[in-house]
């Protein structure tokens, strides 16, 4: 069964920068697996932020996120990132690791099969 745990979240002002971590796990490779980020908001959908193939490095960005966030992975580590930067108190959220076996990249939430728990992001204005 594969486990993904994130990690990184917190608090941070505005304009600053934040990377999440997600460890993967339960699987010996991940290399054709699609990796995601998504987030929700209070009150909003999850929504999709960024996703990647493992091994393809292809990468896929919402577009209030694209410019100032770079997803990535270590594979030694099985590690996923998002480093996130410029925030602004709407990339507020609650944001959740997802994978799923198969590439291309997906970017819908259905398309996903295992997820984490989700780590707290807060901006402060």
């Known amino acids: 069964q594969v486990q993904l745990v994130e990690s990184g979240g917190g608090l941070v002002q505005a304009g600053g920068s934040l990377r999440l971590s997600c460890a993967a796990s339960g699987r010996t490779s991940f290399s054709s697996y699609s990796m995601a980020w998504f987030r929700q908001a209070p009150g909003k959908e999850r929504e999709f932020v960024a996703a990647?193939?493992?091994?393809?490095?292809?990468?896929y960005y919402a577009d209030s996120v694209k410019g100032r966030s770079t997803i990535s992975r270590d594979n030694a580590k099985n590690t996923m990132y998002l480093q996130m930067n410029s925030m602004k108190p709407e990339d507020t959220a609650v944001y959740y690791c997802?994978?799923?076996?198969?590439?291309?990249?997906?970017?819908?939430?259905?398309?996903?099969?295992?997820w984490g728990q989700g780590t707290q992001v807060t901006v402060s204005s």
């Open positions: 997802a994978a799923t076996y198969g590439v291309p990249i997906k970017t819908r939430e259905y398309e996903y099969s295992y």
């Open positions: 990647r193939g493992w091994s393809s490095g292809s990468t």
